[in-house]
């Protein structure tokens, strides 16, 4: 930090605790010992996990405007983690992998009541919306009194 102390001048300037020989952090200017600078008055400087609510340290993954652990941003349904995988998101912002999403929270189709879902090798659903009811795209193009 450039400058010098003595062993008992070296101290937290929240608790006073001597900090020689122990882990602590330089904050504008500002020593902390580990647990001040963690939990205490420099906590809203820190992110916090959305997902388990503890203090973030290291590596910050941003997602739907909030703060997660990469570990801690999962898939509600199967648990895997989304780091660095396509994802998507309900009306309650749960959180969810593409398959799960598409198998849980997919649409029906108004003429054949089958689920509309992803045609092979691709993330998106392709459907169309009419009179508030969902269709296949073929569905909708098959039915004349549509």
Do not use: W
Not at 3 to 24: M, N, T
Not at 59 to 86: W, Y
């Amino acid at each position: 930090m450039g400058q010098v102390y003595h062993d008992s001048c070296f101290s937290c300037c929240v608790c006073g605790q001597k900090l020689k020989g122990k882990q602590f952090y330089d904050f504008s200017g500002q020593v902390f010992c580990e647990e001040d600078y963690l939990y205490s008055s420099v906590k809203h400087f820190a992110e916090v996990c959305t997902s388990c609510g503890y203090l973030i340290t290291d590596m910050v993954l941003q997602a739907l405007g909030k703060s997660f652990h990469p570990d801690c941003f999962r898939c509600v349904i199967c648990n895997e983690t989304l780091e660095g995988q396509p994802f998507s998101v309900d009306t309650q912002n749960k959180i969810y992998c593409v398959k799960d999403y598409h198998r849980f929270l997919a649409q029906t189709c108004a003429a054949c009541e089958q689920l509309i879902l992803p045609t092979e090798g691709s993330n998106e659903i392709v459907r169309v919306m009419s009179m508030g009811k969902s269709y296949h795209v073929a569905c909708y193009e098959g039915k004349s009194d549509i």
